[in-house]
T-cell receptor, first 111, second 114 residues
């Protein structure tokens, strides 16, 4: 079963704009991770944020985590056409190592 | 370096046939995971190995699904007496530690049951 809910389900923006995707989850977590998936390919890890962290940056990516609201956001700045993909949040639960994924956001960046 | 490799990339089988899907994890990775991804959905956990030990198989949908990793490296996911609802992409991932580490995914096997 899916733990996370992501919104929006789909997002279409112009190159150069910022893209923000949100994720909510239900149970206690050890960490939250964001992955990207191009059509027909596997998932690529983008960034991991631990439950005791509030914000993390990696290049053009910025992730926030609010454990009191059980939510996270992924911001991609200065988007490029090559950023077009599906983006998934996944939670690592305190009780084990499996990842529980949301349903994803389909991002389209128009050149 | 080599990533996670899965084979075959595509598999078509008739309902009732048995299938076997292979995963070669990144060398030295202790943890190995199998996920099932339906079209337009996020991956769903199936099972987890630490070395050769299957520590969690709670996500396997039925007793027709069986996974093994006998030498703590290559893993095989077997589905017996396949049914149409088994059609999905099966993803394998490996990681270097038990928790708080990213998982590295293969490109998956797309299984179609006719």
């Amino acid at each position: 079963s899916q733990q996370g809910e992501e919104d929006p389900q789909a997002l279409s923006i112009q190159e150069g704009e910022n893209a923000t995707m949100n994720c909510s989850y239900k149970t206690s977590i050890n960490n939250l991770q964001w992955y990207r998936q191009n059509s027909g390919r596997g998932l690529v890890h983008l960034i991991l944020i631990r439950s005791n962290e509030r914000e993390k940056h990696s290049g053009r990516l910025r992730v926030t985590l609010d454990t009191s609201k059980k939510s996270s956001s992924l911001l991609i700045t200065a988007s490029r056409a090559a950023d077009t993909a599906s983006y998934f949040c996944a939670t690592g639960e305190t009780s084990g190592s499996r990842l529980t994924f949301g349903e994803g956001t389909q991002l389209t960046v128009n050149p | 370096g080599a990533g996670v490799s899965q084979s075959p990339r595509y598999k078509v089988a008739k309902r009732g046939q048995d299938v076997a899907l292979r995963c070669d994890p990144i060398s030295g990775h202790v943890s190995l995971f199998w996920y099932q991804q339906a079209l337009g959905q996020g991956p769903e956990f199936l099972t987890y190995f630490q070395n050769e030990a299957q520590l969690d198989k709670s996500g396997l949908p039925s007793d027709r699904f069986f996974a093994e990793r006998p030498e703590g490296s290559v893993s095989t996911l077997k589905i017996q007496r396949t049914q149409q609802e088994d059609s999905a992409v099966y993803l394998c991932a490996s990681s270097s530690n038990y928790r708080d580490q990213p998982q590295h995914f293969g490109d998956g096997t797309r299984l179609s049951i006719l």
